[in-house]
Nanobody, 118 residues
Framework: VQLVESGGGLVQPGGSLRLSCVVS????????MAWYRQASGKERELVAR???????VYGQSARGRFLISRDIDKKMVVLQMSSLEPIDAAVYYC?????????????WGQGTQVTVSS
């Protein structure tokens, strides 16, 4: 199983970014898909999570500014971020809970850097 993230980069305060994560490999079904982030010197925190049914939960920092969505057929989760602030700068990680064969595990992507600076 592989998770490949894309879409990070440098953006000015107030700008927007769209992060994508595509899952590949031997996958029977995908349960929850989520985005976490880890800023330098801080613990990893939940940004947003979406269930198989499409129900979303957001971390406090993301509410009202970020939107998580998923495409089951494409095995992809997207995080649309707007009104970005310097405090949002971090490495963003995709996390997917899935069944591969008869095993259920959570997998992490390699991370994508988001920098918010003028």
């Amino acid at each position: 199983v592989q998770l490949v993230e894309s879409g990070g980069g440098l953006v000015q305060p107030g700008g927007s970014l769209r992060l994508s994560c595509v899952v590949s490999g031997t996958i029977n079904s995908i349960n929850t898909m989520a985005w976490y982030r880890q800023a330098s010197g801080k613990e990893r925190e939940l940004v947003a999570r979406i269930t198989r049914a499409g129900s979303a939960v957001y971390g406090q920092s993301a509410r009202g500014r970020f939107l998580i969505s998923r495409d089951i057929d494409k095995k992809m989760v997207v995080l649309q971020m707007s009104s970005l602030e310097p405090i949002d700068a971090a490495v963003y990680y995709c996390n997917v809970d899935l069944w591969s064969g008869s095993y259920r595990s959570a997998y992490w992507g390699q991370g994508t850097q988001v920098t918010v600076s003028s």
